[in-house]
């Protein structure tokens, strides 16, 4: 079995803030770990992922993240937030007990003030 | 096309009616998922089906919903005798094969089910 805990469903930065947004997962063997953005009104899209090899991946728009495996978290960062950044944010697992279906956590909300 | 395509975009319908919601995939894409989106509740796995092989219908909250692939290409997912907590924003997602393919999922933009 897989599950995706992202801690927070808002979180409020002002811009040019460091942006975190946590998640932990829980899987029974090596997973796949993904962020996705939602935009009002849109579809999702990847913003970085992890599969194998180095544990600190780098995304689009300045995002990173890094696989902890200790910690099984794969939490989300942006050194310096822009208004731009505010939008929906999920993070989901596959391959969790030999499954290939991701499983999306919640979301968190990023709002940011000017 | 050059992304996956949803339609209807929004769907306003009555209690007890029937609803077909469609996704037309990335050309090339074997595997296809259908979630559901509520307000607060994350993504909602329902069905996911890859070329030929059977469906995993193990996300299907109750025997009205059901979806059928033609063709290995577009698809629909059908809800009958519609119930107000079926509203939802229905998301679909395409992506490669897995041995091909290390987990993208490619989405449409959705479309949105008011039960009224």
């Known amino acids: 079995a897989q599950s995706v805990t992202q801690l927070g469903s808002h979180v409020s930065v002002s811009e040019g803030a460091l942006v975190l947004l946590r998640c932990n997962y829980s899987?029974?063997?090596?997973?796949?770990l993904f962020w996705y953005v939602q935009y009002p009104n849109q579809g999702l899209q990847l913003l970085l992922k992890?599969?194998?090899?180095?544990?600190l991946v780098k995304g689009i728009n300045g995002f990173e993240a890094e696989f902890k495996k200790s910690e099984t978290s794969f939490h989300l960062t942006k050194p310096s937030a822009h208004m731009s950044d505010a939008a929906e944010y999920f993070c989901?697992?596959?391959?969790?007990?030999?499954?290939?279906?991701?499983?999306f956590g919640r979301g968190t909300s990023l709002i940011v003030h000017p | 096309g050059a992304g996956v395509s949803q339609s209807p975009s929004n769907k306003v319908t009555e209690k007890g009616k029937d609803v077909e919601l469609r996704c037309d995939p990335i050309?090339?894409?074997?595997?296809l998922y259908w979630y559901r989106q509520s307000l607060g509740q994350g993504l909602e796995f329902l069905i996911y089906?890859?070329?030929?092989?059977?469906?995993?219908k193990s996300g299907l909250p109750s025997d009205r919903f059901s979806a059928e692939r033609t063709g290995g290409s577009v698809s629909t997912l059908t809800i009958q005798r519609t119930q107000q907590e079926d509203s939802a924003v229905y998301l679909c997602?395409?992506?490669?094969?897995?041995?091909?393919?290390?987990?993208?999922?490619?989405f449409g933009e959705g479309s949105r089910l008011t039960v009224l």
């Open positions: 989901a697992v596959s391959r969790g007990g030999g499954s290939y279906i991701p499983t």
């Open positions: 997602a395409s992506s490669l094969d897995w041995d091909r393919n290390t987990g993208e999922l490619f």
């Open positions: 050309s090339g894409h074997t595997a």
């Open positions: 899987s029974s063997v090596p997973p796949y």
């Open positions: 089906f890859q070329g030929n092989s059977a469906p995993d």
């Open positions: 992890y599969t194998t090899g180095a544990t």
